[in-house]
Nanobody, 118 residues
Framework: QVQLVESGGGLVQAGDSLRLSCAASGRTFSTATMGWFRQAPGKEREFVAGIIWSATASSTNYADSVKGRFTMSRDNAKNTLYLQMNSLKPEDTAAYYC?????????WGQGTQVTVSS
């Protein structure tokens, strides 16, 4: 099992920045795939950013809506995934979830709320 705990959400104004963190514990060797999703009220959960590691390389993908504004990174020593969110917009308001797994997103965190006021 892998446990994921998100933190860093909050209430900010449009144009501000936030950094979300996702601390992983447990069988962290099963986290070759990690990513961020979000769900706004009344909407389906959507992909934000993801990264896949292999023995030789890694591949990162972002949703078009966040490209150029959001950056994902990982601190392997701390088993922590980060999402740096810049130039936030009101439409970024959502609960943000961290997800991880070996080949697919098997494990999910409880989420952290991000609210962007205009």
């Amino acid at each position: 099992q892998v446990q994921l705990v998100e933190s860093g959400g909050g209430l900010v104004q449009a144009g501000d920045s936030l950094r979300l963190s996702c601390a992983a514990s447990g069988r962290t060797f099963s986290t070759a795939t990690m990513g961020w999703f979000r769900q706004a009220p009344g909407k389906e959960r959507e992909f934000v950013a993801g990264i896949i590691w292999s023995a030789t390389a890694s591949s990162t993908n972002y949703a078009d809506s966040v490209k150029g504004r959001f950056t994902m990174s990982r601190d392997n020593a701390k088993n922590t995934l980060y999402l740096q969110m810049n130039s936030l917009k009101p439409e970024d308001t959502a609960a943000y979830y961290c997800a991880a797994g070996l080949n697919k997103y098997t494990y999910w965190g409880q989420g952290t709320q991000v609210t962007v006021s205009s």
